[in-house]
Structures are given as structure tokens and as C-alpha cells.
């Protein structure tokens, strides 16, 4: 019997409604697939953004944070350098979330299996409630 997918257990949705717009250099990679169903299961609406196209050479941050803002509810980084991730933050009028700040409050140690990935992902998910607040 194949361990339990531990993104099938969440049934309340805190998120719905929230567009979430996911700047990311490797979407593909395995934390911001995790992060972005987190947030679909807790009932965002994910698009993912190429930010290559969004820190376009020649835009001003503060532009970008303002159309940002006027398109999503939230912002959420992976792959991009710390200070860009601050400069964000500090510039525009939703939440930013730094997707490795998330998950890694709740490493573990590896190899996670069954019950234990369910918790990392339930941990996750607070995790991410919590940056939004």
C-alpha cells in the first residue's frame, strides 16, 4: 500500500480567495512544488512568475511592488537573493514570503516518509498562515 499523499488531509481552506503570485527561479524544484501546493490545497490561487521577466533590467522595484500589489494578495520568493527579497518586502503593500523561511521551519531530518511528511507539510502550511498575518 503506497504511503498517504499528506496534501489529501487538508480540508479547511484559510486561503480561499487569495491570488498568490510566486516569483521563482526553478519552479520545477522540489520546495516551490511543495510551497505551491501547500497553498492550493489551502485555497490560494498560485501563479507562478518568471523573475527574470519581473526584475526585468531598466524596472524599478518600487513599479514592480506596485503592480504586484494591484495583481496578488500575497507574493511569495524562492531562488531570489536576500536583499531583493527585503528590498520587495519593504517596498510593496502585500506579504512577501520567503519560501525557504517557511519550509525550513520544518526541517527535520531527511528521508520523511508517510506521517511524518504529512506533519512537515501541515507545519508548512501554518507556517504559511502565519507569514501572512
Request: charged residues 20%; glycine residues 10%; hydrophobic residues 45%.
Amino acid at each position: 500500500m503506497p504511503p498517504p499523499d499528506p496534501l489529501s488531509r487538508t480540508t479547511h481552506q484559510p486561503l480561499l480567495g487569495l491570488r498568490m503570485g510566486m516569483v521563482c527561479r526553478h519552479g520545477d524544484a522540489p520546495d516551490p512544488v511543495l510551497f505551491r501546493q501547500m497553498a492550493v490545497e489551502l485555497g490560494a490561487q498560485v501563479t507562478m512568475l518568471d523573475p527574470e521577466r519581473v526584475l526585468a533590467d531598466g524596472a524599478a522595484l518600487e513599479e514592480v511592488a506596485g503592480l504586484l500589489g494591484h495583481l496578488y494578495g500575497a507574493i511569495a520568493c524562492d531562488g531570489l537573493p536576500p536583499s531583493v527579497v527585503r528590498r520587495l518586502r519593504a517596498v510593496t503593500v502585500v506579504p512577501v514570503v520567503d519560501v525557504q523561511a517557511v519550509l525550513a521551519s520544518t526541517d527535520g531530518p531527511g528521508g520523511e516518509r508517510g506521517q511524518e511528511a504529512a506533519a512537515r507539510c501541515h507545519l508548512a502550511q501554518a507556517a504559511l498562515i502565519a507569514a501572512l498575518r
